[in-house]
């Protein structure tokens, strides 16, 4: 989305990513080289995942990729999982799975507050909603260190 797959790659030795939501990154049409350049160098392992009733109670209410990345992190008692759909965050809260998202792995992975505001300009450039108060929040959070 914003070509930052190198912030992935520094936090995460492996990123579990159910075919659901390879399929979606794959539709996004941005940064095609760049996902299977990282999928190529072993940074996403695509995992076949089938339509569980587990699956199928969550696409009551989140999107066809989210429900099996959270179904999955369910089955495979997975340490976190990135997701940044309000909803599929309230679902996996509901679920006691840890959660990050694009957000968390910036501040994680970048120490300066002027690039994180610069990355958070370009989130909200490409597309991603941030509220100005959640926006404030993380800049407050990067000038704290945290």
Do not use: C, K
């Amino acid at each position: 989305m914003i070509g930052r797959l190198d912030l992935v790659r520094e936090q995460f030795s492996t990123v579990v990513v159910p075919e659901q939501v390879w399929d979606e990154l794959l539709d996004g049409g941005d940064g095609l080289e760049a996902l299977q350049a990282a999928h190529d160098e072993g940074v996403f392992e695509i995992v076949s995942l089938e339509e569980t009733p587990l699956v199928a109670e969550f696409r009551r209410n989140i999107d066809r990729g989210e429900a099996a990345a959270l179904a999955y992190a369910i089955e495979a008692d997975a340490d976190l999982v990135l997701i940044d759909e309000r909803e599929a965050r309230q679902t996996a809260r509901r679920h006691g799975l840890s959660i990050t998202g694009a957000i968390g792995v910036l501040l994680r992975g970048v120490d300066n507050m002027d690039t994180v505001r610069t990355e958070l300009d370009r989130l909200r450039e490409a597309g991603f909603w941030i509220s100005d108060d959640l926006y404030e929040t993380v800049l407050e959070q990067a000038r704290d260190g945290r």
